[in-house]
């Protein structure tokens, strides 16, 4: 809790944590039996990433990371949703020293929940308030969230996950550069079971990336518009994907296709299953 809480405390519901960073340390402990992280209403701003890894048996198990008031709550309202951004220094993690990540997920079976995310305070970097590298894990839920910023002074990149088993639902994203870069499978393969549905998503730069080959990829009840690109294919990806009972309009161009120095206006094919284009 931004507003009350005190990393002194235990974390429980009568004595909150004050930061999201002392909360992932209780999670991370194998002192406990807690895989659960409620956040409060409030403003959190992160120095350095979060890793969701922790230390403890996961068998039967899932690690929540999610609002303390959710929408289906009657009291909800938007100013109840916690509010998350970063101020970490470029370079901060190994990956790239352009990228910036609030959540890394370092473990399967995680559900993120609730939470609206804000752009990054500074220039010429990738935010990703998630992101996932390892391409062993599985099993990633993000819903009912909300990203915004904007494209050119507050950058904010959203989702970039490797692995199986990614699921986006019930989310907006407003001026995203991309919304969400769906990479590879295990050892670079097929990805399975992937999904991004009951979505909207408004003026990103790229608002579908695929990189990586997909099995049985979902793209189901979405709203796309106003997006440079609405869906951007890896130049080595095949997959044949479907589009399923969405409203697609006011794009600059549908398809891209990047090659080896920028991303270009290509064409690939999509099964459209009652869409409405413009």
Not at 119 to 145: H, M, N, S, V, W
Not at 238 to 247: E, G, L, P, V
Not at 248 to 267: A, T
Request: overall charge negative.
């Amino acid at each position: 809790d931004s507003n009350t809480g005190n990393d002194k405390n235990p974390g429980t519901i009568e004595a909150p944590v004050f930061s999201i960073q002392k909360a992932s340390e209780i999670i991370r402990s194998k002192g406990n039996n807690i895989y659960t992280m409620k956040i409060y209403p409030g403003v959190y701003v992160l120095d350095s990433h979060i890793s969701v890894a922790p230390e403890k048996v996961m068998t039967d198990k899932r690690i929540e990371i999610e609002a303390s008031i959710l929408p289906d709550d009657p009291s909800w309202a938007p100013e109840k949703m916690p509010v998350v951004t970063s101020r970490a220094l470029k370079g901060e993690l190994a990956i790239s020293n352009h990228w910036i990540v609030s959540f890394l997920i370092d473990e399967s079976h995680v559900t993120i929940r609730g939470i609206k995310f804000h752009g990054y305070f500074y220039p010429y970097a990738r935010y990703f308030p998630i992101a996932r590298i390892d391409e062993t894990k599985t099993d990633l839920l993000i819903e009912q969230c909300l990203f915004v910023g904007d494209t050119n002074s507050s950058q904010i990149q959203a989702i970039f996950v490797h692995g199986n088993e990614v699921k986006i639902d019930h989310c907006i994203f407003y001026k995203v550069r991309n919304t969400i870069v769906l990479g590879y499978g295990p050892e670079k393969g097929i990805k399975t079971g992937c999904s991004f549905t009951n979505s909207i998503v408004f003026g990103s730069n790229q608002a579908i990336w695929t990189g990586g080959a997909d099995k049985d990829f979902k793209f189901e009840n979405n709203i796309v518009s106003n997006c440079r690109y609405a869906w951007v294919r890896g130049n080595t990806n095949s997959t044949k994907y479907s589009i399923d009972n969405c409203i697609i309009v006011n794009n600059k161009f549908y398809q891209g296709i990047p090659d080896s120095e920028r991303l270009n206006p290509g064409e690939f094919e999509i099964i459209e299953n009652n869409v409405i284009k413009q």
